[in-house]
């Protein structure tokens, strides 16, 4: 991770104070934003840094939870193939849990217009079910 957005931006985001990690997610989006083509096992270690980042979703910061759930978004989007599987099954309960918060889903609501081909959690979770066999 610490190539994809450097090791100053990797430390802000496991920081205490949630100004320093809203910088650290907004880092990684943009890198995520800017790389072309990111490969699965890129894709999956940008899963596993925001699940260990968010304290496994527990942030309790709505600011820093959508700059991460936009990462998400931005990274399965790059993603050369298909989004990993098991970075989708990682993300999809909490995600789901996480857009029930008010908070979180205006914040990316008001986002969503000023975002040119951003999908956002909710995509994230359809992607999942919609290669899953809802039998």
Same mark, same amino acid.
């Given at each position: 991770?610490?190539?994809?957005?450097?090791?100053? =931006?990797? !430390?802000?985001? @496991?920081? #205490?104070?949630? =100004?320093? #990690?809203?910088?650290? &997610? @907004? /880092?990684?989006? $943009?890198?995520? +934003?800017?790389?072309?083509?990111?490969?699965?096992?890129?894709?999956?270690?940008?899963?596993?840094?925001?699940?260990? /980042?968010?304290? +496994?979703? #527990? !942030?309790?910061?709505? +600011?820093?939870?959508? *700059?991460?759930?936009?990462?998400?978004? &931005?990274? $399965?989007? &790059?993603?050369?193939?298909?989004?990993?599987?098991?970075?989708?099954?990682? /993300?999809?309960?909490?995600?789901?849990? %996480?857009?029930?918060?008010? %908070?979180?889903? *205006?914040?990316?609501?008001? +986002?969503?217009?000023? @975002?040119?081909?951003?999908?956002?959690?909710?995509?994230?979770?359809?992607?999942?079910?919609?290669?899953?066999?809802?039998?």
């Amino acid at each position: 991770m610490g190539d994809l957005i450097g090791a100053g =931006k990797l !430390e802000l985001a @496991q920081s #205490k104070a949630w =100004k320093e #990690k809203l910088e650290g &997610a @907004q /880092a990684l989006l $943009a890198a995520v +934003q800017n790389s072309s083509g990111l490969d699965a096992h890129t894709v999956m270690a940008v899963f596993t840094f925001v699940h260990a /980042a968010t304290r +496994q979703w #527990k !942030e309790s910061n709505f +600011q820093v939870v959508g *700059a991460y759930i936009e990462a998400l978004d &931005a990274a $399965a989007s &790059a993603t050369s193939g298909s989004c990993p599987d098991r970075a989708v099954d990682m /993300a999809v309960q909490p995600l789901t849990e %996480k857009l029930a918060d008010v %908070k979180v889903s *205006a914040a990316e609501a008001t +986002q969503r217009p000023r @975002q040119r081909g951003g999908r956002g959690a909710i995509w994230v979770c359809c992607v999942y079910l919609s290669n899953s066999v809802l039998f």
